[in-house]
């Protein structure tokens, strides 16, 4: 997997699994502590995003981590 093909799936099933919830970027980035803005800039690919973020945003999706890789 590319780097960036790694970032578009991350960006890809967080946008599906804050959906599958019924959540609005806002929920999500107060659930896991985040901006709303970087939410967005996320689940658009244009943001770089640490293991830190990757493990609050899983937290608050109640999902594992390798869960927001999955193809």
């Known amino acids: 997997m ?10 890809r ?10 959540w609005s970027q806002e929920v999500l ?4 502590g985040l901006h709303r803005t970087f ?6 690919g244009a943001r770089n995003i640490s293991l830190t973020n990757i493990e609050r945003i899983a937290l608050a ?8 890789f999955e193809e």
């Open 2 to 11: 590319r780097a960036s093909g790694a970032k578009e799936i991350l960006a």
């Open 13 to 22: 099933n967080i946008k599906l699994l804050r959906g599958q919830r019924g």
């Open 29 to 32: 980035a107060f659930e896991a």
């Open 39 to 44: 939410v967005a800039h996320v689940e658009r």
């Open 61 to 68: 999706l109640e999902v594992s981590v390798s869960r927001l």
